[in-house]
């Protein structure tokens, strides 16, 4: 089920020789499952990633392809730390974690973090889009500015494949723990990964994917008609385009703008 509401704004003067026109429109939108079957109220998303399976679920009440996973509670800096995370009844939860790794939310209060400590984090569709385009014209010369954005959503950052022992990392892993104090973030490096900071899904890889683009510049002249008459002409313009020059974002990855089969991958 799909609701929400859109506005759309324009506006248009002439200041002596000078044409402007400008037009927006913004859109929220609520997207929400209803159904899934007579026997069950979720199924696992269609996209993976490495062993860690599914990274969305489609469940009623819930955003369509919602991501799914652990949520991070900063990082464990000493083993005084580790000893003293316990639940109600004074069992420490992560007996095998080491200072460095993750402190996982145990959901269900039952001491063991399991697949029943995952909760949704995050929708894959944007709440909010937008676009903005500007138009003026004077003596000739034409410039056309189109910006365009989306807000509201989380993007699944999946750039480092760890099933791929040769792949690169992002500079942001330089600033990864290395020792009490160090980071509350980036987990410490290891190919063991017995906690699974990198193998399970989380709150991790998940990044804001608010974006601002300046998607189109054009900047056009057009010849006077008495010139063009005297060589046979009736109308010639000559233009440049940039496309895609700026893009405002906080995200880390390649580009913001994801489609695909599954949003935000």
Request: glycine residues 14%; without cysteine.
């Given at each position: 089920?799909?609701?929400?509401?859109?506005?759309?704004?324009?506006?248009?003067?002439?200041?002596?020789?000078?044409?402007?026109?400008?037009?927006?429109?913004?859109?929220?939108?609520?997207?929400?499952?209803?159904?899934?079957?007579?026997?069950?109220?979720?199924?696992?998303?269609?996209?993976?990633?490495?062993?860690?399976?599914?990274?969305?679920?489609?469940?009623?009440?819930?955003?369509?392809?919602?991501?799914?996973?652990?949520?991070?509670?900063?990082?464990?800096?000493?083993?005084?730390?580790?000893?003293?995370?316990?639940?109600?009844?004074?069992?420490?939860?992560?007996?095998?974690?080491?200072?460095?790794?993750?402190?996982?939310?145990?959901?269900?209060?039952?001491?063991?973090?399991?697949?029943?400590?995952?909760?949704?984090?995050?929708?894959?569709?944007?709440?909010?889009?937008?676009g903005l385009t500007l138009n003026a014209d004077y003596k000739g010369f034409?410039?056309?500015?189109?910006?365009?954005?989306?807000?509201?959503?989380?993007?699944?950052?999946?750039?480092?494949?760890?099933?791929?022992?040769?792949?690169?990392?992002?500079?942001?892993?330089?600033?990864?723990?290395?020792?009490?104090?160090?980071?509350?973030?980036?987990?410490?490096?290891?190919?063991?990964?017995?906690?699974?900071?990198?193998?399970?899904?989380?709150?991790?890889?998940?990044?804001?994917?608010?974006?601002?683009?300046?998607?189109?510049?054009?900047?056009?002249?057009?010849?006077?008609?008495?010139?063009?008459?005297?060589?046979?002409?009736?109308?010639?313009?000559?233009?440049?385009?940039?496309?895609?020059?700026?893009?405002?974002?906080?995200?880390?990855?390649?580009?913001?703008?994801?489609?695909?089969?599954?949003?935000?991958?």
């Open positions: 089920e799909n609701s929400g509401i859109e506005v759309e704004l324009g506006y248009k003067k002439r200041f002596g020789k000078l044409n402007f026109s400008a037009n927006g429109n913004v859109a929220y939108l609520k997207n929400k499952v209803t159904y899934v079957a007579a026997d069950a109220n979720f199924i696992n998303g269609e996209a993976g990633f490495q062993s860690m399976g599914a990274v969305t679920r489609i469940q009623v009440g819930q955003s369509y392809n919602a991501f799914y996973g652990f949520k991070t509670d900063g990082i464990f800096q000493n083993t005084a730390e580790i000893n003293g995370y316990k639940n109600s009844t004074g069992t420490v939860i992560q007996p095998n974690a080491r200072p460095g790794d993750f402190r996982w939310i145990d959901t269900d209060g039952n001491g063991i973090i399991n697949d029943a400590d995952k909760q949704f984090l995050g929708n894959s569709i944007p709440k909010y889009t937008f034409d410039v056309m500015v189109f910006a365009q954005g989306a807000a509201g959503n989380k993007i699944f950052q999946g750039l480092r494949r760890l099933d791929i022992g040769t792949a690169n990392w992002q500079t942001r892993a330089l600033s990864r723990w290395t020792g009490d104090g160090t980071s509350t973030t980036y987990p410490r490096l290891t190919s063991a990964d017995d906690n699974g900071n990198f193998g399970k899904m989380s709150d991790f890889y998940l990044e804001d994917g608010n974006y601002l683009r300046l998607k189109v510049v054009q900047i056009g002249y057009t010849l006077p008609v008495k010139m063009l008459k005297k060589i046979g002409g009736t109308k010639l313009r000559v233009y440049a385009t940039g496309e895609n020059l700026l893009t405002l974002t906080k995200y880390t990855g390649y580009d913001p703008e994801i489609g695909g089969g599954v949003f935000g991958i």
